[in-house]
């Protein structure tokens, strides 16, 4: 059996890319659905970054080159942000823009599945959902029950070990009561912040995807590391307002408050991350 160990040192990595993120302000291209948008872009405008939500053919392409990273999410999948995600995907891919894949509630619902597939085969430079989702988009599964997973992130580790070693995807961001994360060179990295009002508010993981999506803005040529630490300083910041919230109505606004205010301090104090060995070879 694998152990894991403290990493002290992820924690630090960690505060020196919130810095980096905070200091070059990325422009996210958002591509996410209709329930979430204002969410995601007052995390991102929290974090220090900054959101556009282009989903419009002939506008996502060209835009995808010029912003500093992408995120597609499936969760409205309507006909032209289908287009729109795909058209932008290849544009990334060839302008060399760090993208995220978040394959919302794929598995049973066809018209999403297809579509993340899709998106899937263009390479990816992180996939990031929950259990369920990881598992459907990369076929091992059907998927869980719409948005929520019905596995835990240990029951996607296999498969996304083997989809990093295959080359289809740079790494893997597996979300759940204890995140999963694998990349090649960081092995396999389990991020243990958070809280359970995360998934009480509208949000709460898709934002999460855009969080990585502006850390690999960041962070290119290390996608893990940008992975790892964009799940810690999202979960951080929520384990923090949680103390201090008395329910999800009082914790979405205490949660823009910690990201803002999260401090390099903060984050090597809080953060709880552990590491397998041996590393994931691609």
Known sequence: MQTAAPAPDWARRTAELLEAVRARSPLVHCITNTVVQNVTANV?????ASAAM????TEAGPFARVADALLV???????????????AASAAVDAGTPWVLDPVAVGSLPVRTALARDLLALGPTVLRGNASEVLAVLGASA?????????????????AVDAVAARRVAAVAVSGPVDLLVAPGIGVVRVANGTELLTRITGGGCALGAVVAAFTAVSPEDPGAAAVAATAVHTIAAELAAREAGGPGTFQPL???RLASLSPEDVVRTARITVESPAVTA
């Open 44 to 48: 991102l405008l929290a974090l220090g």
């Open 54 to 57: 282009v989903d419009v053919v």
């Open 73 to 87: 999410n499936t969760g409205t999948p309507h006909a032209e942000p289908r287009a729109a995600s795909l058209e």
């Open 143 to 159: 998927g869980g029950r719409g948005v929520d997973s019905t596995v835990g992130t240990d029951d996607a580790r296999a498969a």
């Open 255 to 257: 949660f823009l408050d």
